[in-house]
Each structure stands twice: as C-alpha cells, then as structure tokens.
C-alpha cells in the first residue's frame, strides 16, 4: 500500500488521539522503529493491516469504528490538503463518488508498485448506487467509512450499507 494512506492515518491518530496512542500502536505491531515514510513510498499490505489491528487495540475500538474514522479523515482533511483538485467543481456526492473509479486510476498511474482499488457502478433506480469494489485488500469496512465522509463533505445525508465482502449500497436522499 502506498505510504500517503500510513501518512493520513499517522495524523488522524496523532491529532484526534494523540502522539502517545500512535507510538503505542507501532509497539503492539511490533515496528520498533518507525522507518521514514514518503507518500509515494510501498509499504507491505500486511503491515499496514497490522498497524490498523494494534490501532483497534489501542484505542479500543472495532475494525469498522477505524475504518470510518480513516475515511472521515481521508476526505475531510488529509485529501482537501493535499488532493484538493479533485474536488473542484464537484456538487455532489453521487458525481464525486462516480469519479473515484477514475480518480484511483489517475492519481496512481505514474506511482510505480501501485494497486488502487477499482470500481465499478450499478444503479438500483434512480437514487441506489451499488458500487462494486475491485481490490485484493479486502478493506471493504474502510471504503464504506470513505463514502460515509463523502456524505459528510457534501452535507447529504447518505445511507451506506457493506453488502458482502465487494459492495456497498449508496442511497442518496
Ligand atoms: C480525492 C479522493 C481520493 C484519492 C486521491 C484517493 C487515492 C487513493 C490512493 C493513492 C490509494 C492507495 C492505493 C495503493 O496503495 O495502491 C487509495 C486507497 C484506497 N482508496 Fe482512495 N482515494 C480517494 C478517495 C476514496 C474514496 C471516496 C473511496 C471510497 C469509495 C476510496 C477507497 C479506497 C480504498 C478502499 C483504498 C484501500 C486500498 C484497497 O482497498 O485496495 N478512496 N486511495
């Protein structure tokens, strides 16, 4: 997994729980030194996956509870710094989210080693969106969290529910 998403989530801890529960996770995972990380640097998926378990841990909290904490602070803060283009121009949640399938493609295509997730997009009738997700991380639990932030950005109050290990239903008010 590309270093950018261990940066954001080194952040969202530092600041909403602070620097301590973050030394402490890295301790639990056994990462006794914390090696220097880039945005663009690859981390091994199963120490990252490591990571967020002993963040659980640490803060006491549930996978999915992780999970939506990453994913409101992925789109509010961490992607508004540093992928604020992607935004613009967008009005709502159902055109952002229809553009993530490309957005992967696009922001990973010149980072060598990447493996974004894909999407693919089914309507349900008009205001039902289930968006497949194609990806070999099994990280369904975060892109439900992801799309709970998008809800949250947008200021719409979207219904997001995981159907199975590969979609998620979207209903838009
Ligand atoms: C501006 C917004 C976004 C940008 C620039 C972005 C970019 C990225 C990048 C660079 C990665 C790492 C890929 C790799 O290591 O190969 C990633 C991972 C991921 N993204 Fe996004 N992302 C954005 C928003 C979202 C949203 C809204 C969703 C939910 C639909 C989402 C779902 C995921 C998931 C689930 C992963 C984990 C990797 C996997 O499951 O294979 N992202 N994203």
Same mark, same amino acid.
Request: some cysteine; glycine content about 6%; aromatic content about 10%.
């Given at each position: 997994?590309?270093?950018? +998403?261990?940066?954001?989530?080194?952040?969202?801890?530092? &600041? #909403?729980?602070?620097?301590?529960?973050? !030394?402490?996770?890295?301790? &639990?995972?056994? +990462?006794?030194?914390? =090696?220097?990380?880039?945005?663009?640097?690859? /981390?091994?998926?199963?120490?990252?996956?490591? @990571?967020?378990?002993?963040?659980?841990?640490?803060?006491? +909290?549930?996978? @999915?509870?992780?999970?939506?904490?990453?994913?409101?602070?992925?789109?509010?803060?961490?992607?508004?710094?540093?992928?604020?283009?992607?935004?613009?121009?967008? &009005?709502?949640?159902?055109?952002?989210?229809? *553009?993530?399938?490309?957005?992967?493609?696009?922001?990973?295509? #010149?980072? =060598? #080693?990447?493996? =974004?997730?894909?999407?693919?997009?089914?309507?349900?009738?008009? *205001?039902?969106?289930?968006? &497949?997700? *194609?990806?070999?991380?099994?990280? /369904?639990?975060?892109?439900?969290?992801? /799309?709970?932030? @998008?809800? *949250?950005?947008?200021?719409?109050?979207? !219904?997001?529910?995981?159907?199975?290990?590969?979609?998620?239903?979207?209903?838009? =008010?």
């Amino acid at each position: 997994m590309k270093g950018v +998403i261990v940066l954001a989530l080194k952040e969202m801890v530092v &600041k #909403n729980f602070g620097e301590d529960k973050w !030394k402490e996770t890295l301790a &639990k995972a056994g +990462i006794d030194k914390e =090696p220097r990380v880039l945005a663009t640097s690859d /981390i091994d998926d199963r120490t990252v996956l490591n @990571v967020v378990n002993s963040l659980c841990k640490v803060l006491n +909290i549930s996978l @999915v509870q992780a999970a939506d904490a990453f994913g409101d602070y992925w789109v509010n803060v961490y992607s508004q710094r540093i992928y604020k283009a992607y935004y613009v121009g967008v &009005k709502t949640a159902k055109d952002f989210l229809l *553009k993530m399938d490309s957005v992967h493609a696009q922001t990973t295509r #010149n980072m =060598p #080693n990447a493996h =974004p997730p894909r999407f693919e997009y089914e309507w349900e009738g008009e *205001k039902t969106l289930i968006m &497949k997700y *194609k990806s070999q991380r099994g990280l /369904i639990d975060f892109m439900v969290g992801l /799309i709970k932030g @998008v809800g *949250k950005h947008f200021n719409e109050d979207l !219904k997001v529910t995981k159907l199975g290990s590969d979609k998620v239903k979207v209903v838009f =008010p």
